[in-house]
């Protein structure tokens, strides 16, 4: 079965950093296109990076671009997010995202949660002043 397992979370202070980590296994196509999403209390997930063209394009939600990075392992199967100078905003829990097979649109479409087949659990990411 396909797994999407993420790790990484945890409490930090404003400013500070993290690095989640998405690890995939079974029949999921990870190779060429997968996301990183954010959900907080009472509000609806959504997009804030996106990797596809075999890693070579990348894609952030204003709210993260400079201080975000999404990279892949393709030899380990896993996805991470490098979060840096966080703010309380960041506060919610974070989801992977990845397809069953190739899809065209990665870069179009990536961002509606309606466009992948497979979500991690998530892990939780607290930043406080």
């Known amino acids: 079965q396909v797994q999407l397992v993420e790790s990484g979370g945890g409490s930090v202070q404003a400013g500070g950093s993290l690095r989640l980590s998405c690890v995939a296994s079974?029949?999921?196509?990870?190779?060429?296109?997968m996301s990183w999403f954010r959900q907080a209390p009472g509000k609806e997930r959504e997009s804030i990076a996106v990797i596809y063209s075999g890693g070579g394009t990348t894609y952030y939600a204003d709210s993260v671009k400079g201080r975000f990075t999404i990279f892949q392992d393709n030899a380990k199967n896993t996805l991470y997010l490098q979060m840096n100078s966080l703010k309380p905003e960041d506060t919610a829990m974070y989801y992977c995202?990845?397809?069953?097979?190739?899809?065209?649109?990665?870069?179009?479409?990536?961002?509606?949660?309606?466009?992948?087949?497979?979500w991690g659990q998530g892990t939780q990411v607290s930043v406080s002043t």
């Open positions: 079974g029949a999921t196509y990870s190779s060429y296109c």
């Open positions: 995202a990845a397809l069953s097979r190739p899809k065209a649109g990665c870069g179009m479409s990536g961002s509606r949660t309606s466009f992948w087949d497979y």
